[in-house]
């Protein structure tokens, strides 16, 4: 939604990697942020990008293409734990208002 | 983890009802957020702050809801005649400048009969 879209889910295995991606097509940007949403519970600020290339913030890192309009979240030794849902949201110049887009449901299998 | 505090977790109200909720930022957060989650998970940005002034807030929130970040009292979020339609999530975020990240609230869940 808002110009940002995301895969609705994502399967992975405890132990190994998974990639959330996300793409945007919005007029304007500040940078780019990824939270964390378990169900029923506040997004949790995982980490913001502005500049291109990867970020590596250990279990989570990101990486941001502002030409081609996309990033990813990389999860790495995945636990059980990490099943959630990871939101992408885009900031919009003017007050840094985030315009989201509709979340990817990981799923980590034992 | 975020400090933001959000009353009351759940509410239900009728349709035509007010239906008001409330929002604590994080100390030494002056700027704040209200956003609207549905149930298919998809963000509606309503209405920020900084300190009690209004930055930005569409047009729906312009012509039905009420808003206010009072010095001093917790920010609320008051919807004058509640609709089926805004049954949803409604999420409040505060940062500690414009340019800083927003943290989140746990949010009020609304239900509209």
């Known amino acids: 939604g808002q110009g940002v879209e995301q895969p609705d889910n994502l399967m992975s295995v405890e132990g190994t990697f998974a990639r959330v991606n996300c793409t945007y097509s919005t007029s304007g940007f500040n940078g780019l942020s990824w939270y964390q949403q378990r169900e029923g519970h506040a997004p949790v600020f995982l980490s913001y990008?502005?500049?291109?290339g990867l970020k590596d913030s250990g279990h989570f890192s990101t990486f941001l293409s502002r030409s081609n309009g996309y990033s990813y979240l990389l999860l790495t030794e995945l636990q059980i734990k990490d099943s959630a849902s990871y939101l992408c949201a885009v900031r919009k110049p003017n007050y840094n208002v985030l315009y989201f887009g509709s979340g990817t449901k990981l799923t980590v299998e034992p | 983890n975020s400090k933001v505090i959000q009353t009351p977790r759940y509410l239900v109200k009728g349709q035509g009802q007010k239906a008001k909720m409330r929002c604590i930022p994080e100390?030494?957060?002056?700027?704040v957020f209200w956003y609207q989650q549905n149930k298919n998970n998809e963000f509606k940005f309503l209405i920020n702050f900084q300190n009690q002034e209004v930055l930005q807030q569409i047009d729906m929130t312009e012509k039905r809801f009420s808003a206010e970040c009072p010095s001093n009292s917790p920010c609320s979020l008051e919807i004058q005649s509640s609709e089926a339609g805004d049954s949803a999530l409604y999420l409040c975020a505060s940062s500690r400048d414009r340019a800083a990240e927003q943290f989140f609230g746990p949010g009020t869940r609304l239900t509209v009969l």
């Open positions: 100390k030494g957060h002056p700027v």
């Open positions: 990008v502005v500049l291109d």
